[in-house]
């Protein structure tokens, strides 16, 4: 596969909100890989009448935190120590933190299926470089 011939992987799946009383709701949520972004994984969080919550977390991150805890500031990933089929996630933002309970196993089958668009450690060769920097620099950085 040719750093052209781009790509994109697209998972649905439940994360289960973990509220402080223990009450646990489901949420949808749809994950998105694209090969033009090939650090990165995109998260949809479906937030009912709210509308949709987007997130978007380096795919490493996701990757490590399935084995071991990851992450600090507003993403922290970590497997359910009580629970080994359960990965832990939590986001913080200024407007407040959620806590969700995920499917350690569709999690990983999802990481896979981006594996297979961009092997680890080739993400570089997936970049376009002036794309890139002309993106980052229209944002006033």
Not at 10 to 39: C, H, K, Q, W
Request: hydrophobic share 45%.
């Amino acid at each position: 596969m040719m750093a052209n011939d781009h790509g994109t992987v697209l998972a649905t799946m439940v994360f289960n909100l973990v509220a402080p009383a223990g009450v646990i709701a489901p949420v949808g949520v749809e994950l998105r890989y694209d090969s033009r972004n090939p650090y990165e994984v995109g998260m949809k969080f479906n937030a009912g009448k709210a509308g949709e919550v987007d997130w978007v977390i380096a795919r490493d991150l996701l990757a490590d935190g399935l084995v071991a805890e990851a992450g600090e500031g507003d993403v922290r990933i970590r497997p359910r120590l009580d629970s080994s089929g359960l990965v832990v996630i939590a986001l913080s933002a200024p407007s407040g933190q959620a806590t969700f309970e995920v499917n350690a196993e569709q999690l990983a089958d999802f990481l896979n299926d981006t594996y297979d668009a961009v092997a680890p450690g080739d993400e570089y060769r997936w970049m376009n470089v002036d794309e890139t920097l002309s993106r980052l620099l229209s944002h006033n950085l």
